[in-house]
């Protein structure tokens, strides 16, 4: 039998956070739970593939989340972990590119709630553009997961060497992709990081 919660015993746990738009905007009434479930565990990843520096030439985050490990984290089977990445890229939660030679996919998770990308849609320049509009809103990466995609190496990159430190590239890519006041809201407890790195590109 399970004790009760005292005081603030609730925060012990780390979670996944599924943002409360995709279950009260009547545009994702049809997503289903265990989907908006997966773009939260998509979420909670982007954390890491930030911190590994893990972007595009365009400075677009990306994580690599294979269908074993949607399998593993949500108990289903193959078909349905597929059926679950269809849908979100149906509703344009995310994008997936294929890498081929038995590589897995890269994933970039969409940020719909970017005002950017609603003042596009609204004066009709369509989703091409939006698509170019990726931002990383996650929280620090504490799930056990984040061991297994530390040895992956960055497929944009050919010589390391001759690439920004990440620190470098981190800040560039904050201050040009990310609304600075949406992402305090976002990750209020990594406020200091936050305004360290806006400092810091000053």
């Known amino acids: 039998m399970f004790d009760y919660f005292y005081g603030q015993s609730g925060e012990m746990f780390s979670y996944f956070r599924v943002p409360k738009i995709l279950f009260r905007d009547i545009k994702f009434k049809d997503l289903s739970t265990d989907a908006k479930t997966l773009y939260g565990i998509l979420l909670d990843r982007m954390g890491l593939s930030v911190k590994n520096g893990w972007l595009d030439e365009q400075g677009r985050v990306y994580i690599i989340f294979p269908v074993q490990e949607v399998m593993d984290a949500l108990g289903c089977a193959d078909n349905k972990a597929t059926k679950l990445f269809r849908e979100l890229e149906k509703f344009g939660l995310i994008e997936r590119k294929r890498r081929g030679l ?23 320049s369509g989703a091409a553009d939006s698509a170019q509009q990726e931002t990383a809103k996650s929280r620090g990466n504490k799930t056990e997961w984040n061991k297994t995609e530390g040895s992956e190496p960055d497929p944009f990159s050919s010589d390391a060497e001759s690439e920004p430190d990440e620190r470098t590239r981190l800040e560039a890519y904050f201050m040009q992709s990310l609304e600075v006041d949406l992402l305090l809201r976002v990750c209020p407890d990594e406020e200091d990081t936050i305004q360290i790195i806006q400092i810091g590109t000053i």
């Open 102 to 124: 038995g590589k897995p996919n890269l994933i970039y998770v969409k940020n719909f709630a970017d005002p950017r990308c609603r003042n596009r849609e609204k004066n009709g």
